[in-house]
């Protein structure tokens, strides 16, 4: 049977088809504005990359912050439901998940089936999340998706102490202007939210193997930073950014 998950996330829109337990394909463009608008444009853009027709798709499921504006979906889950499948059928051995998005980030804990034991999201604050991210690349004018290779070169990351987003920029700012280097800084960015998303997670008591989701997981620079302060391995799924439209799909099937 082939069904489709859409996550609408503040950031992205995400959208996968799955067939008999094998990913057909993903796709994810910006939410933008419209966020009904992406959602129908991303599952318009999967289908046509992957030469689908929409009538031979048996069942939709939306996840995300805007997953009640699919109004073509069948159904709605919560993203902790989502990446919870998501990331089991991507890996069965898979006990805990951190996943950081674009204005949240989370941790859950499952059990040997997949199903959810606990979890904390931390959905109050942008520190530590994707939009803290973005916002810490404008002031030090570099491109997000080149962080994790800078972060990486360096010997002494800078400290920062604020765990607000306003103030961490007003930090990153004075760090700039007292000469520090710009990998130290962006490694010391890395280390502070990992220090967050770990202080959140402790009061889960996270098991491994643990798999890492959402788009900050593409940057290796906050995997290492999590990994150093958790003393557990990230496990990097190359469908960390789609994990919860993946999973969406999955429920999918059970409807």
Same mark, same amino acid.
């Not at 950031?11 to 992406?38: C, P, Q, S, W």
């Not at 990446?83 to 204005?103: E, F, N, T, W």
């Not at 904390?120 to 520190?127: F, G, L």
């Not at 920029?169 to 130290?184: F, N, T």
């Given at each position: 049977?082939?069904?489709?998950?859409?996550?609408?996330? !503040?950031?992205?829109?995400?959208?996968?088809?799955?067939?008999?337990?094998? %990913?057909?394909?993903?796709?994810? %463009?910006?939410? /933008?504005?419209?966020?009904?608008?992406?959602?129908?444009?991303?599952?318009?853009?999967?289908?046509?990359?992957?030469?689908?027709?929409?009538?031979? +798709? &048996?069942?939709?499921? @939306?996840?995300?912050? /805007?997953?009640?504006?699919?109004?073509?979906?069948?159904?709605?889950?919560t993203e902790i439901m989502?990446?919870? #499948?998501?990331?089991?059928?991507?890996?069965?051995?898979?006990?805990?998940?951190? =996943?950081?998005?674009?204005? =949240?980030?989370?941790? %859950?804990?499952?059990?040997?089936?997949?199903?959810? $034991?606990?979890?904390? *999201?931390?959905?109050?604050?942008?520190? /530590?999340?994707?939009?803290?991210?973005e916002v810490m690349a404008? #002031?030090?004018?570099? =491109?997000?998706?080149?962080?994790?290779?800078? !972060?990486? $070169?360096?010997?002494?990351?800078? &400290?920062?102490? @604020?765990?607000?987003?306003?103030?961490?920029?007003?930090?990153?700012?004075?760090?700039? !202007?007292?000469?520090? $280097?710009?990998?130290?800084?962006i490694a010391g960015i890395?280390? @502070?939210?990992?220090?967050?998303?770990? @202080? *959140?997670?402790?009061?889960?008591?996270?098991?491994?193997?643990?798999?890492?989701?959402?788009?900050?997981?593409?940057? *290796?620079?906050?995997?290492?930073?999590?990994?150093?302060?958790?003393?557990?391995?990230?496990?990097?799924?190359?469908?960390?950014? +789609?994990? /919860?439209?993946?999973?969406?799909?999955?429920?999918?099937?059970?409807?």
């Open positions: 049977m082939l069904t489709a998950g859409i996550d609408i996330g !503040s950031i992205t829109a995400k959208a996968a088809i799955v067939e008999d337990g094998k %990913i057909l394909g993903t796709k994810v %463009i910006f939410t /933008g504005y419209n966020a009904e608008a992406a959602g129908k444009n991303v599952y318009e853009e999967v289908l046509r990359e992957n030469k689908l027709d929409k009538l031979n +798709v &048996k069942k939709i499921v @939306s996840t995300g912050y /805007g997953r009640n504006s699919v109004k073509f979906a069948d159904k709605s889950f989502c990446h919870a #499948a998501g990331a089991y059928h991507l890996d069965k051995k898979v006990r805990s998940i951190i =996943d950081i998005g674009g204005q =949240d980030s989370k941790a %859950i804990v499952l059990d040997s089936d997949g199903k959810v $034991k606990n979890f904390v *999201m931390n959905d109050k604050c942008a520190a /530590g999340t994707g939009r803290f991210l404008r #002031a030090l004018e570099v =491109d997000l998706d080149e962080f994790g290779a800078i !972060s990486l $070169k360096s010997k002494k990351p800078a &400290k920062i102490s @604020s765990l607000c987003t306003v103030f961490a920029e007003s930090e990153v700012i004075s760090l700039i !202007s007292k000469g520090e $280097k710009r990998q130290d800084i890395h280390e @502070s939210i990992a220090a967050r998303v770990a @202080s *959140m997670s402790a009061r889960l008591g996270l098991s491994e193997p643990i798999m890492i989701t959402g788009g900050v997981a593409r940057n *290796m620079g906050v995997v290492k930073a999590l990994e150093k302060k958790l003393g557990m391995k990230m496990e990097v799924s190359p469908y960390a950014q +789609v994990n /919860g439209a993946i999973g969406a799909a999955f429920m999918a099937v059970l409807l």
